[in-house]
């Protein structure tokens, strides 16, 4: 189940990384464009637009690593008490009792997958929710805030695969 839920996670980066090379490629060639030289010394078109091409480049070699990080991530059997790590499947119950599902990966954070009846949300560990589950491991109580003001959330790990 691992390996579907990477293979989503996958081809969602592939499809992220073909729309950004687009977008740099368009990026690029508005920046070199006959239309965007400089009319004056005051006209900033094609320097705006190169630097947008530039952080779009970025982006693309961003997406490249991290499945190329992704695509090598040990799959770990973290059943049976082990601590939560990257490659982590982590069911956490709030306390109305709603379950919700995390893929602990290296990248692709908020992303959602879909897998033969498993919905999973992906968890990076840098994010506030990551931080506080590694090392962490089934039975243990998480505190985590939300984006809105106000007080934690207690959750509990009531799965770790």
Known sequence: MKRALVEVLLAKLDEELANMRRAAKDA????????????????????????LAGAQAARVREIE????????????DLAGGKAIQSS????LEDENEQQTTFFVAPF????????A?????????????????????????IEVRGTKPGPARELTIVEVW
């Open 108 to 115: 692709g954070g908020g992303l959602a997958l879909d897998v």
């Open 88 to 91: 982590a499947v982590v069911t």
């Open 28 to 51: 690029r060639d508005a920046a070199t464009h006959e239309e965007a030289k400089p009319e004056n010394d005051k006209d900033t078109r094609a320097l705006e637009a190169s630097y």
């Open 117 to 141: 009846g498993l919905s999973a949300q992906v968890v990076t560990p840098q994010s506030p929710r990551g931080r506080a589950l590694l090392g962490r491991t089934e039975g243990d109580v």
């Open 65 to 76: 690593g991290a499945i190329k990080a992704i695509g090598g991530m040990p799959l770990l």
